[in-house]
């Protein structure tokens, strides 16, 4: 399993009576899973709507598909693990929300393509490289809006009047602003006129993004069907691509955003979306209707949605997981002990087990039969995402990733960074780097030594790295120990230093001592009139061979 910015396999679950989390009965119910592997610095920060199985090469060999969030801000990356290590990494330029596996066409061999909703584009992958990019139309700017920002490109209204008015239109008239408008409610007051100079002559554009995003057969009911992607919009629709022309080829609009989605049919056939969507209800879609069914009306936000055989499984943000019907009747409720972070279908169809994983915020993995508890697994921390089917060759496999190490990883990546910015300040206030930190003369010298001893010549290559301005009147000078070596010029002047020239400087040393001792000679870039050293090198001398015999 892949535990969070670490990871880790557990396998093979045996499915079995109900227990009762006492005493020595936990330690039971948490072996029933057998820990496979466990990375506690795998940098991995992801959700379950990120993480895919799928076997990409046709090698009967099932890879592990993670879209990595990196920081948040930066070091998005599509990473492909086989086994324990990762096999491929592909940069994202931002946020995924989701990824799937699926078949684009009925070309031999059959291995499945990969796609990444990110904003508002869907990244398609063929054999771990970057093959389609789909983006989806642009919206209809608001009349409005753009007259608000063309006043603001006449100097009609200052940036401020420009801030009110566009909150006006959002607070009061509902008004959907486009990504610009919605980044400059967000600035500092300091920042909003120089914001409105740059932007203000550009013409405004509306993009949706994606929010989440499933598969659907096309005409068969196989696992190696043809697939179709189904995305839901921040703009309330739910769209169904084709997988060969990559164009909508159906489209519906939603009460409210979809948060999460599960597909159930054949496009061609027939076919059921359950939706859950922001405003706290659950809807269905099926092939002829024309808007969608409100099929449930919960009392909170959901956090998880699965669909196990013709139930509707929700976990809800009031530490509630609820089971309806498909026509919106309850059947149970189950009050859980810590809110839900995430949730996963267990279905392991060589024993015909299907079950619902929840993973909670107190660090343990419930799993339901209905609704009965029949395992409990204890993590090392909470879990933000989960994953059950085949990976490698073993078919009961639960991925899992926790979030605890990626902050401890985080954490000392800033400690180290800290530390080695810190010692490179000071190495540059000392003078003690090979690179000069001074603007008016800005250096940069390394030093190569050659023969085998005792006598060695030494090589320094000194470059002017300004642009413009040469560098003269510059000194160098070795400080060494007098028992080991001697220097046959150890203070000599530097011609004048073109910029961009590399000036080799030579000098030899001698081993002086019949011990075969070795230390370290400083090299100092000294200017006139100065009492630091622009520069230092420190140079490891070889062991010397000994003296030469006559």
């Known amino acids: 399993m892949v535990r969070g910015r670490w990871v880790a396999l557990a396998t093979g679950p045996s499915p079995g009576r109900s227990l009762k989390m006492e005493g020595n009965e936990r330690s039971e119910a948490c072996a029933k899973w057998l820990d496979a592997h466990y990375d506690p610095v ?3 920060y992801t959700f379950s709507s990120c993480v895919a199985l799928a076997d990409l090469h046709g090698d009967g060999e099932t890879k592990l598909i993670v879209g990595d969030l990196g920081t948040g801000q930066s070091n998005m990356k599509l990473k ?4 324990t290590t990762m096999l491929s990494e592909n940069t994202l330029i931002d946020l995924p929300t989701g990824v799937v596996a699926f078949l684009m066409d009925t070309n031999e061999p059959r291995t499945p393509a990969v796609a990444v909703a990110s904003g508002p584009y869907i990244y398609i992958y063929k054999n771990l490289r970057p093959y389609f990019k789909f983006t989806l139309p642009p919206l209809e700017v608001n009349p409005l809006e753009q007259d608000i920002w063309h006043q603001a490109k006449e100097d009609k209204i200052d940036h401020l009047t420009l801030k009110e008015m566009l909150e006006s239109f959002r607070d009061k008239g509902g008004m959907r602003l486009s990504a610009r408008s919605l980044r400059y409610l967000m600035l500092e007051p300091h920042e909003m006129e120089a914001f409105v ?3 203000k002559m550009q013409a405004i554009k509306c993009q949706t993004v994606i929010t989440c995003m499933a598969t659907l057969n096309k005409n ?6 043809v697939g179709c992607l189904v995305i839901g919009t921040e703009n309330m629709e739910v769209c169904i691509l084709d997988p060969e022309a990559f164009t909508i080829q159906a489209k519906l609009n939603i009460p409210s955003v979809a948060v999460f989605m599960d597909v159930t049919g054949q496009f061609d056939v027939e076919f059921r979306i359950i939706v859950a969507c922001r405003n706290g209800n659950i809807y269905i879609i099926r092939r002829d209707s024309k808007r969608p069914k409100q099929c449930v009306e919960l009392n909170s936000q ?4 699965v669909r196990l055989n013709k139930n509707i499984v929700v976990g809800c943000g009031k530490e509630t997981l609820h089971a309806y019907t498909q026509k919106g009747k309850k059947l149970w409720t189950v009050q859980l002990p810590a809110p839900i972070t995430t949730m996963s279908l267990m279905d392991h169809k060589a024993k015909g087990f299907q079950a619902v994983l929840v993973a909670l915020a107190n660090s343990e993995v419930h799993l339901y039969k209905d609704k009965i508890l029949i395992n409990v697994t204890k993590t090392q921390d909470i879990v933000t995402s989960l994953c059950f089917g085949r990976y490698g060759r073993e078919d009961g496999t639960l991925i899992m990733t926790t979030k605890a190490m990626h902050r401890a990883f985080q954490m000392d990546l800033y400690r180290l960074r800290l530390r080695a910015t810190r010692e490179y300040a ?7 780097a090979p690179v000069s930190a001074d603007l008016q003369e800005p ?11 005792p006598a060695f010549k030494l090589t320094l290559n000194i470059q002017n790295t300004s642009a413009t301005r040469p560098a003269i009147n510059l000194c160098v000078s070795f400080l060494y120990d007098e028992h080991l070596y001697s220097v046959k010029r150890a203070f000599f002047k530097v011609p004048m230093l073109v910029p961009g020239l590399t000036y080799p400087l030579v000098t030899f040393v001698e081993s002086v001592s019949d011990r075969g001792a070795s230390d370290t000679i400083k090299v100092f870039v000294l200017a006139m009139g100065r009492r630091a050293p622009i520069l230092t090198a420190h140079i490891h001398m070889p062991v010397s061979e000994g003296p030469l015999l006559a």
Do not use: F
């Open 42 to 44: 795998a940098n991995l």
């Open 302 to 305: 959901p956090v998880g949605l």
């Open 197 to 199: 100079n740059v932007h």
């Open 220 to 225: 068969m009911a196989d696992d190696d069907a």
């Open 80 to 83: 492909v693990y086989k086994g």
């Open 443 to 453: 250096l940069k010298m390394n030093a190569v030594v050659q023969g085998i001893g």
């Open 426 to 432: 000071k190495a540059l206030e000392a003078s003690m």
